[in-house]
T-cell receptor, first 117, second 119 residues
Framework: AQSVAQPEDQVNVAEGNPLTVKCTYS??????LFWYVQYPNRGLQFLLKYITGDNLVKGSYGFEAEFNKSQTSFHLKKPSALVSDSALYFC???????????????FGRGTQLTVWP | DTGVSQDPRHKITKRGQNVTFRCDPI?????LYWYRQTLGQGPEFLTY????????KSRLLSDRFSAERPKGSFSTLEIQRTEQGDSAMYLCASSSLLAGGPLLTDTQYFGPGTRLTVL
């Protein structure tokens, strides 16, 4: 079964410090992995995705994510956090195995990131 | 590109009533998705369309739910005989699958959502 786990409900970090939001996945085939951010009462905004190639993916607003196949992880990172990065972050996976339901994304429960001044 | 739009943004209804939501995807996006998000959870897939064809439906989409995309442009999601458990944020997303492009590398872009409250 396809699943995504975000082991931390909350991450708190001081402005200017590096941040990491963790994500692990479980799929039976090769995964396509995504990160989205959600601000209060808003829809999800796309940050970045991993399809194939370089394990380090760069995305919007200075975010990047590292794909690690052996650890089945896709952690979101940013070298220097901003107060405006405070939001809810979702990791998602699209299962690419034969016979899988190819349209849908499977989302984690989300991680609330708080960056304090 | 004006983004995905959804209407209404908020809907309050009484149990047993029918509601209909509309989603307008990004222009020329041929794929359209519906998700439901409850408090403290990530979005859960409901259904998706490629052009006007509904290609997949989740088990979450009970008989009371129906979705259409009659001309391959906007889509509607109707919930009949609403229940309190239907209270959630309903999200629409669209994507463009380029002809000849790598399969399923399309990115889903989400609208602002419709928040449904069933009293």
């Amino acid at each position: 079964a396809q699943s995504v786990a975000q082991p931390e409900d909350q991450v708190n970090v001081a402005e200017g410090n590096p941040l990491t939001v963790k994500c692990t996945y479980s799929v039976s085939g090769n995964p396509y992995l995504f990160w989205y951010v959600q601000y209060p009462n808003r829809g999800l905004q796309f940050l970045l995705k991993y399809i194939t190639g370089d394990n380090l993916v760069k995305g919007s607003y200075g975010f990047e994510a590292e794909f690690n196949k052996s650890q089945t992880s896709f952690h979101l990172k940013k070298p220097s956090a901003l107060v405006s990065d405070s939001a809810l972050y979702f990791c998602a996976v699209r299962d690419m195995s034969r016979g899988s339901t190819l349209g849908r994304l499977y989302f984690g429960r989300g991680t609330q990131l708080t960056v304090w001044p | 590109d004006t983004g995905v739009s959804q209407d209404p943004r908020h809907k309050i209804t009484k149990r047993g009533q029918n509601v209909t939501f509309r989603c307008d995807p990004i222009s020329e996006h041929n794929r359209l998705y519906w998700y439901r998000q409850t408090l403290g959870q990530g979005p859960e897939f409901l259904t998706y369309f490629q052009n006007e064809a509904q290609l997949e439906k989740s088990r979450l989409l009970s008989d009371r739910f129906s979705a259409e995309r009659p001309k391959g442009s906007f889509s509607t999601l109707e919930i009949q005989r609403t229940e309190q458990g239907d209270s959630a944020m309903y999200l629409c997303a669209s994507s463009s699958l380029l002809a000849g492009g790598p399969l399923l590398t399309d990115t889903q872009y989400f609208g602002p959502g419709t928040r449904l409250t069933v009293l």
